[in-house]
């Protein structure tokens, strides 16, 4: 499935566990307690995206109760489309609070500044190789928590929380990313 957005107001995520207490360890997240970790990352979220925004969450969003999970997506802005993660179980049966909900989804985005269309391959798990690939789209992916390298100039990006500050980063923000990733000056040696 293929769906057209608008970049503007376009959002990416992943990795939030809300409710999931080890994270904290496993990660090393800055926050004393599941509640004040999850009331970090909301706040964060709805600093970062307008009610009217768009998320695509990919994967983990959720490892608590079902009403836990719930209350939570109820405080979030924007529609959310969520691609499962590893992690799944509640979000399973919570599909109805979510704008869509899919393993693996390719979206376009028009960028008139750079006049193209964007497509943008989204899974919660990372490719070494993608539709369109070579023909300039991007990967963006979770599940690695900041981990993975993602090689000197692949256009495949972890969009977890743990790389972007606790919060989900912009379509801007990715395009900036990729820009010089991808597209980096080389000097009359050959050398990046």
């Known amino acids: 499935m293929t769906v057209k957005e608008n970049p503007e107001k376009l959002f990416f995520t992943a990795d ?8 904290l360890k496993y990660c090393n997240r800055p926050f004393s307690t599941r509640d004040v970790h999850d009331a970090a ?9 307008p009610p ?3 998320v695509y969450h990919l994967g983990d969003f959720a490892l608590c109760t079902m009403g836990r999970t719930e ?15 590893n992690h799944r179980s509640t979000t399973k049966r919570l599909k109805h609070k979510f704008g869509s909900v899919q393993n693996y989804l390719e979206i376009k985005v028009m960028d008139e500044e750079m006049d193209i269309e964007q497509v943008i391959v989204l899974c919660h798990y990372p490719f070494e190789s993608w539709n369109k690939m070579h023909h300039g789209s991007w ?8 981990t993975l390298p993602s090689g000197d ?22 395009k900036e990313h990729m820009t ?9 040696h050959g050398r990046v």
Request: glycine fraction near 10%; charge should be positive.
């Open 41 to 49: 990352l909301i706040k964060n979220w709805n600093q970062v995206v």
């Open 180 to 188: 010089y990733k991808v597209f980096k000056p080389i000097d009359h």
């Open 153 to 174: 100039h692949q256009a495949r990006v972890d969009v977890g929380v743990d790389s972007w500050d606790y919060k989900p980063v912009s379509y801007e923000q990715i």
């Open 52 to 54: 009217k925004g768009t």
């Open 71 to 85: 209350n939570i997506r109820e405080q979030l802005n924007g529609t959310i489309h969520l691609i499962y993660g």
């Open 16 to 23: 939030t566990h809300f409710g999931h207490t080890n994270i």
């Open 139 to 146: 990967h963006l992916h979770g599940h690695c928590h900041g």
